[in-house]
C-alpha cells in the first residue's frame, strides 16, 4: 500500500496545481473593485441600513395583522396601563393614579424596545451572523436597522395607552402642551433601543438568556426612570444611576408636558435624553465590534448556525 | 500573481472550556496552496477542521499560529480586502432572510459589500438569470425549495463579484436533480476563473467537479490530489471485478502472478487486486477463457480512498 | 389496575391504571426546567415586580397593603408561566417535530401533558417564597401569616385550579392559529381580572360577572382573607368555588385536547400548523 504524498510534495514546497494555459489568458482576470471612498462608503452603510429595516417591517408584517396588534398586542397593553393606575384606587389617591397611569404607559416604549436584545438573537438563528462578520460593513448597522419594528409599535402603544386611558381614568390632560408628549415617547424609545442594543451585544454570546436580560432591562429602567415612585424615593446612590439611563428624563419631561408645565423644562429634559441615547449608540457600536472581534478570537461565530 | 488561496503551518488550538478540560486542535500545521480558478475540495469527516479552514479564510475565525492569504491578502492584518474578496455560500436552510425576497436577499447583500446600487442592481439582474431564480426574484425566499434556496446562496456568493468562494457542504440535503444543476453552476464558476474551496461529504460530486482534493482529519492534512488519480494512494494497479466467479476460478486466478488479493464482493464476484505491470491482461485472459462476461477494471475510487484513509470509524465521531 | 414485579420477586398490584405517561412527562419537565432558564422567565420577574408593588406601598405610606403587595407578585409569576410555559407544551413539541412521535407513542398523550402542566406549576410556586424574601431582604418587611391552614389549603387548591386553567392553555394555543399573539395578550387581562394586586369590588361594576366565572379572583381575594388577621369569611364556599371552577378549566382542557389528538390522527395536521 503506497502511502498518500503529502501536500509539501518532494521539496517541501506545497504542491503547485497548473491551469490550462487557455484559462489565464482568456480569464481577462480583473482584480476586485477596491473598497469606495468615503462618500461611498457612507452611502452603502445608509443602503444597509436600508435593507435591515425592510427585514425588520417585514418581520412586523409577519408578527401581526393590523387585528391581532389591535386586539391583541394593545389591549393587552391598555390592560397593563389600567393594572398599575387601579393601583392608585385601591390606595385611594387620585395623585397616585394619575402618576402611575402616565408611567405605566410610557415605560410600555422601553418594554417594547427592549425586544431587541431577544430579536436580535433571530440573526444567530438564521444564520447570518457569521456572513455579517465577514461582510466589510459588519454586522452592527444591520442590527441597528432590523428591530426598528418594535419602535413603531412600541411608540404607537404608548401613545394610544396614554392619551386613550388617561381620560378615562380621570387624569387632567393640559393641551396643547401635553401633546409635546408623543414626540418626546419618541425619542424615549430611540434612547431605550440604543441601549437595548448594547445588552443585544452581549445576549448574543448566550442566546438563551434573552428574553430574561429583555425583561429585567426595562424593569430596571422603569423602577429607576420614575414610572411607579419618584426617583427619590430610592437610596441616592441607585437614583443616581438613573441619570443615564434611558427614561428618566424623557418621562420627567413628558409628566411636566402633561401638567402643562414650562416649554424650556421639557426642551431640556428632551436633550438630555438625546444625549443619553446617543451614549448609549456609541458603546452599542463598540460592544458590537468587540462581540465580532471577539468571536473571531474564541471561534464562537459557527458557520450556519 | 499570488495564487487564490495560500496557506502556510496554519494552526487553530481552541484552549480548555466548559467540561473540555484539554485545549482541542482542530487544525494542525495545514499546508495548501489553491491557484486560480480551481475548484478544490476539501474532504473529511465531521469535526476534521474542513469548517474552521473555511472560518480562518473568510476571517470569521483566527489562526492561533501560521500563515494564511487569500489573493495575496493576510486574512489577520489585512482582513478588509480579504472580506472584500471572498464570498461564502452555506448549504442548508440558513443564512437567508427568509421574509425578504430573492431580489431583496441580494440587495441587502449587495449593500454589506458595499457594491454601487446602479452596479448592484445591474448585477442581480444578471445572477437571478444564472442561477435560474429570474422568474421567481420577487418571491419571498420562505416559499423555496431547499434547491432554490441553494442556488440563492450561491448568488449572494457572487454578489460583490468575489473571485474567492467558499461552498461548505452546498449539496446537503439536495435531490439529485437539484444538486446536479448546482454542480454545474459551480463548474461555470471555473471558467470565469473563480477559485472555489468546496467542502463535502459527496464522492461522487467532488470527482465531478473538483480538480483537486484534499482530504483532513483531525485537524491535519492527509494529501491533496486530483480526484481522477487519487487511486493511486492505495494501489498504482487496475483491479478487476467480474462476476459469477465459482471457486475454482477465484483459486486460479489468485495463483496468477502479480495478483496481490482476490476479494469475494456480493454473493458471487471478485474483486482481484494486482500489483505488477501485465498482471491485468492475464486476469482479464483468464476470465474471458472461463467465459465470464461480466467484467470491469478500474482504479480504486475516491470513496475506496477517503474510507482507507480516513479509516473505519464505526459510528463515532 | 397495574402489575409491578418487585426487586425481591414479589408482584405489587395497584388499583390504578399505571400512567407511565404521566410520570414521563413530568420528568421531561424538570429535564427542560435544569436545561433552559428562559422557561423559568416568570420567576426571574419576581423580585422586580415584588420590589415595584412594594415601593407603591410605602411610598403611598400605606403599609396596611403590604400582603397585597407582596401576594400579587407570586399571583403574577404562578398565572405567567402557566401561560408562557404550560401553554407552550404542545406547541413546542410541534415545532420541534416530537409532536407526531409522541402522538404515535403508546401513553395518552393528554396525560403526558398533565404530567409537565403539573410539574411547571409545582414549580412556580417557588414565587411564593420568592415573593417573601425580596420583602425581607430588600425592605426588611416580613408578611407573617394568621391563619397558616387555611393559607396551605387555599394556595393547594389553586394551585390545581391552576394546573386546570394552564392545560386549558396549552390546548387552546395548540388549536389557535397565532399561539405566540395569544401569550402576549393574555397576561395583563388575567392579572387585571383575576384580581392579582387590585381586588375584584374596586374594579368596574360590569366586569364583575366575567371577574367571578374565572377561578383566579376567586382565589385571590381568599388568599389575601387568609394573610389579614381578622376570620376568614366564607371559607370553605370560597375554596368550593375555587376548586368547581378549578375542575371545569380542566375538563375543558383535557376535552380540547383530546380533540386536537383526534383531529391530528384524521387530517395528518396539528391544529393551525
Redesign the interface.
Known amino acids: 500500500?503506497?502511502?498518500?504524498?503529502?501536500?509539501?510534495g518532494q521539496d517541501g514546497a506545497?504542491?503547485?496545481?497548473?491551469?490550462p494555459t487557455q484559462?489565464?489568458a482568456e480569464?481577462?482576470?480583473a482584480p476586485?473593485?477596491?473598497?469606495?471612498a468615503t462618500a461611498?462608503?457612507v452611502?452603502?452603510t445608509f443602503?444597509?441600513l436600508?435593507?435591515?429595516c425592510?427585514?425588520a417591517l417585514?418581520?412586523l408584517?409577519?408578527?401581526?395583522t393590523w387585528k391581532?396588534w389591535t386586539f391583541?398586542?394593545l389591549?393587552?397593553?391598555l390592560?397593563?396601563v389600567?393594572?398599575f393606575a387601579?393601583?392608585g384606587?385601591?390606595?385611594q389617591?387620585p395623585a397616585?393614579t394619575d402618576y402611575?397611569l402616565i408611567g405605566s404607559a410610557v415605560v410600555i416604549v422601553t418594554m417594547e424596545a427592549a425586544f431587541v436584545t431577544a430579536s436580535s438573537t433571530w440573526e444567530r438563528g438564521?444564520?447570518?451572523l457569521?456572513?455579517?462578520?465577514?461582510?466589510?460593513?459588519g454586522p452592527f448597522?444591520?442590527f441597528v436597522g432590523r428591530s426598528i419594528q418594535w419602535l413603531i409599535s412600541g411608540t404607537a402603544s404608548a401613545n394610544i395607552a396614554l392619551f386613550v386611558l388617561a381620560p378615562i381614568f380621570g387624569v387632567p390632560l393640559a393641551f396643547p402642551t401635553a401633546l409635546a408628549a408623543i414626540p418626546l415617547i419618541v425619542l424615549i424609545a430611540l434612547s431605550s433601543y440604543c441601549f437595548a442594543l448594547l445588552l443585544a451585544a452581549f445576549v448574543l454570546r448566550v442566546p438563551?438568556?434573552?428574553?430574561?436580560v429583555g425583561?429585567?432591562t426595562w424593569?430596571?429602567i422603569?423602577?429607576l426612570g420614575g414610572v411607579?415612585?419618584?426617583v427619590t424615593?430610592w437610596p441616592g446612590w441607585v437614583g443616581a444611576i438613573g441619570e443615564v439611563l434611558p427614561l428618566r428624563h424623557g418621562l420627567a419631561g413628558v409628566r411636566v408636558a402633561i401638567a402643562g408645565g414650562p416649554a424650556a423644562t421639557i426642551l431640556r429634559d428632551a436633550g438630555l435624553e438625546i444625549a443619553v441615547g446617543a451614549g448609549w449608540l456609541v458603546v452599542a457600536a463598540l460592544a458590537f465590534r468587540r462581540l465580532a472581534e471577539g468571536?473571531?478570537?474564541t471561534?464562537s461565530?459557527e458557520?450556519?448556525? | 500573481m499570488p495564487p487564490a488561496v495560500e496557506i502556510v503551518g496554519l494552526t487553530r488550538v481552541y484552549p480548555p472550556a466548559g467540561k473540555r478540560a484539554t485545549a482541542r486542535t482542530a487544525l494542525d500545521g495545514i499546508d495548501l496552496v489553491v491557484e486560480r480558478g480551481e475548484v478544490h475540495g476539501l474532504l473529511g469527516p465531521n469535526g476534521a477542521g474542513k469548517t474552521t479552514l473555511c472560518k480562518i479564510l473568510s476571517t470569521v475565525l483566527l489562526p492561533t499560529a501560521g500563515v494564511a492569504r487569500v489573493d495575496g491578502y493576510h486574512v489577520v492584518k489585512d482582513t478588509a480586502q480579504v472580506r472584500a474578496r471572498i464570498g461564502i455560500v452555506f448549504g442548508g436552510e440558513r443564512g437567508l432572510y427568509t421574509r425578504l425576497t430573492a431580489r431583496q436577499n441580494l440587495g441587502y447583500w449587495a449593500a454589506l459589500y458595499r457594491v454601487p446600487r446602479k452596479i448592484a442592481t445591474r448585477r442581480i439582474v444578471e445572477l437571478l438569470d444564472r442561477v435560474g431564480l429570474a422568474d421567481r426574484a420577487d418571491e419571498r425566499v420562505e416559499t423555496f425549495s431547499r434547491g432554490m434556496k441553494q442556488r440563492l446562496h450561491l448568488a449572494r456568493g457572487l454578489v460583490a463579484d468575489q473571485r474567492v468562494l467558499i461552498l461548505d457542504e452546498p449539496t446537503t440535503g439536495m435531490d439529485p436533480v437539484a444538486a446536479h444543476d448546482f454542480r454545474a453552476l459551480v463548474r461555470s464558476m471555473r471558467a470565469e476563473s473563480r477559485t472555489v474551496l468546496l467542502t463535502t461529504h459527496d464522492m461522487a460530486e467532488a470527482e465531478a467537479i473538483c480538480d483537486r482534493v484534499t482530504m483532513i482529519d483531525g485537524g491535519r492534512l492527509l494529501g491533496t490530489e486530483d480526484p481522477r488519480t487519487i487511486g493511486r494512494w492505495i494501489s498504482a494497479y487496475e483491479r478487476v471485478e467480474a462476476r459469477p466467479v465459482p471457486g475454482s476460478l477465484a483459486a486460479s486466478l489468485a495463483a496468477l502472478n502479480g495478483v496481490t488479493e482476490v476479494e469475494s464482493i456480493d454473493d458471487d464476484g471478485v474483486r482481484v487486486h494486482t500489483a505488477a505491470e501485465g498482471a491485468t491482461q492475464a486476469v482479464l485472459r483468464t476470465l474471458v477463457d472461463a467465459g465470464v462476461t461480466a467484467i470491469t477494471t478500474g482504479r480504486p475510487s475516491l470513496e475506496e480512498v477517503y474510507l482507507h484513509v480516513i479509516g473505519a470509524r464505526g459510528l463515532a465521531v | 389496575m397495574t402489575s409491578m414485579d418487585l426487586r425481591d420477586g414479589r408482584t405489587l398490584r395497584l388499583p390504578w391504571p399505571r400512567h407511565t405517561g404521566f410520570v414521563a412527562g413530568a420528568r421531561l419537565q424538570l429535564a427542560i426546567f435544569r436545561r433552559g432558564w428562559d422557561s423559568l422567565l416568570a420567576l426571574v420577574t419576581v423580585p422586580l415586580f415584588t420590589i415595584a408593588f412594594l415601593a407603591i406601598t410605602r411610598h403611598a405610606g400605606r403599609t396596611d397593603l403590604t400582603a397585597y403587595a407582596v401576594l400579587a407578585p407570586a399571583v403574577v409569576a404562578v398565572i405567567g408561566m402557566a401561560i408562557l410555559t404550560s401553554g407552550e407544551v404542545v406547541t413546542q413539541d410541534r415545532s420541534n417535530g416530537s409532536l407526531e412521535l409522541a402522538l404515535a407513542a403508546p401513553s395518552r398523550f393528554p396525560i403526558v401533558v398533565v404530567g409537565r402542566v403539573l410539574v411547571v406549576t409545582l414549580v412556580s410556586l417557588v414565587a411564593v417564597v420568592e415573593a417573601w424574601l425580596v420583602a425581607w431582604i430588600v425592605f426588611g418587611v416580613r408578611v407573617p401569616v394568621p391563619h397558616r391552614t387555611a393559607f396551605a389549603g387555599a394556595l393547594a387548591v389553586a394551585t390545581l385550579a391552576t394546573v386546570g386553567t394552564a392545560l386549558l392553555m396549552s390546548s387552546v394555543f395548540v388549536a389557535a392559529r397565532s399561539a405566540r399573539t395569544f401569550q402576549n395578550t393574555i397576561s395583563y387581562p388575567l392579572y387585571l381580572l383575576g384580581g392579582a394586586f387590585v381586588p375584584v369590588p374596586l374594579l368596574p361594576g360590569f366586569l364583575h360577572p366575567l371577574c367571578r366565572a374565572v377561578y383566579l379572583s376567586w382565589a385571590t381575594d381568599l388568599l389575601r382573607d387568609c394573610l389579614a388577621t381578622k376570620p376568614v369569611p366564607d371559607f370553605w364556599p370560597r375554596l368550593g368555588a375555587v376548586a368547581g371552577l378549578g375542575a371545569v378549566g380542566f375538563a375543558a382542557g383535557y376535552a380540547i385536547l383530546i380533540r386536537v389528538v383526534d383531529r391530528a390522527r384524521a387530517t395528518g395536521r396539528v391544529g393551525h400548523e
Open positions: 500500500m503506497t502511502q498518500p504524498p503529502s501536500a509539501a506545497p504542491t503547485r496545481f497548473a491551469p484559462r489565464d480569464s481577462g482576470y476586485t473593485v477596491e473598497p469606495p461611498g462608503r452611502a452603502a443602503e444597509a436600508r435593507y435591515a425592510l427585514s417585514a418581520d408584517a409577519v408578527i401581526y391581532t391583541g398586542w389591549a393587552r397593553v390592560c397593563q389600567a393594572f387601579l393601583i384606587r385601591l390606595l389617591n397616585t402611575l438564521a444564520g447570518t457569521p456572513l455579517l462578520v465577514a461582510a466589510p460593513t448597522v444591520v438563551t438568556f434573552r428574553n430574561i425583561n429585567i424593569w430596571t422603569g423602577l411607579q415612585v419618584p424615593f468571536g473571531r478570537r471561534g461565530i458557520f450556519g448556525e
